[in-house]
């Protein structure tokens, strides 16, 4: 099945070692963590194509992780629950998840859950790798390398400035309000965003702009926001 990276969390090694040897026999690559702690360094490592997700493991659980996963990630993630834990299930769904699978599961069925989820996000294009790099014109977000290039040259932004470009790019043509930006970047309630938006935008127009009074890529709307053209 192609070369897929499955990262399997789960805090008992003998459903770790199972799974993979389940995955290993379909051809696909088996990464395992014990605790969501671990998953978030992995998949900070390594790509990751799909996650097999414990709901319940010590230092950070299957629903916490997979929350903090979604805030940077769209990977299928498959929760493994206990029969018991079919609140927890439906609050993993509602967070982002994907599919889920009660223990003990038939190994038949999992091997079949995960190639279906594989197919579906590589074959859809939501792969991070199908669109790593957006291209605007000559202005360049690489997403893998966490950078931008104007023209093919390197243009060294801090992790903020990166972060409303990323965004901006992303949705290219889209007009964002100062607090919607500053809510997206900063994680926090934009109240008085303005000069701290503002200042920001004033230092990306510095580095990516050839002209920063007369910007051709990130436009500001008046009364509105600012975006960057498609």
Known sequence: MG???????????????????????????VLKASDGVEALDLLMEKTIHLILMDIMMPNLDGISATYKIREQKNIPIIMLSAKSEDTDKILGLQIGADDYITKPFNPMELVARVKSQLRRYVTLGTFDGVKKKIDLNGLTLDQEAKEVAVNGECVKLTPIEYKIVDLLMKNAGRVFSITEIYESVWKEPGYN??????????????????????????????????????
């Open 3 to 29: 070369n897929y990276n499955v990262l399997v969390v789960d805090d008992e090694k003998e459903i770790r070692d199972a799974i993979e040897i389940y995955l290993k026999n379909e051809g696909i690559t």
């Open 193 to 230: 965003a303005e000069n701290t938006v503002a200042v920001h935008i004033r230092k990306i127009r510095e580095k990516i702009e050839v002209d920063p009074k007369n910007p051709r890529f990130l436009k500001v709307v008046w009364g509105i926001g600012y975006k960057i053209e498609r």
